[in-house]
């Protein structure tokens, strides 16, 4: 999956944040990192970067377009790593000097069985459960 694709997927009402992370090449006067959160406003949803410079922090409203012109040029130039967090799956990006950009997305229904699963029951039982669930969810979609 190309990071044009996920950006099509994630920068939406799902969104809960974003941040890009990992220099490139380390400049303390430069970017270190940014976290990206929807706003709503009163002409609509923006999307808000939270800039770190050194000990400040900048904030910038964005529109939609905007930011994702904005992530990928930070990706391409700046940073090595994203995090997007939605409320329904995580994904990571991994980006090298190459031009190729892995991309890692992880449903949180497979992070939460992973999660209780040692907790409450045998994992068998809690797998068959599970799976029940994950079927019932996906069949009401």
């Known amino acids: ?16 944040d974003l941040t890009l992370s990992g220099q490139k090449v380390k400049d303390e006067e430069g970017v270190m990192r940014v976290k990206i959160r929807p706003v709503q406003l009163k002409d609509g949803i923006k999307y808000q970067a939270s800039e770190f410079v050194g000990r400040k922090v900048l904030h910038t409203n964005y529109s939609e377009e905007e930011i994702k012109t904005r992530i990928t040029e930070y990706m391409e130039n700046t940073f090595k790593q994203a995090q997007f967090n939605m409320t329904d799956a995580t994904a990571t990006v991994l980006s090298s000097k190459k031009e190729h950009v892995p991309v890692n997305i992880r449903s ?14 045998p994992r068998h039982i809690f797998l068959r459960k599970a799976r029940r669930w994950i079927s019932s969810l996906t069949s009401e979609l």
């Open 1 to 16: 999956m190309e990071l044009k694709e996920l950006l099509n997927k994630c920068i939406n009402d799902r969104l809960i």
């Open 108 to 121: 949180l229904h497979r992070l939460r069985a992973r999660m209780i699963c040692h907790i409450t029951e």
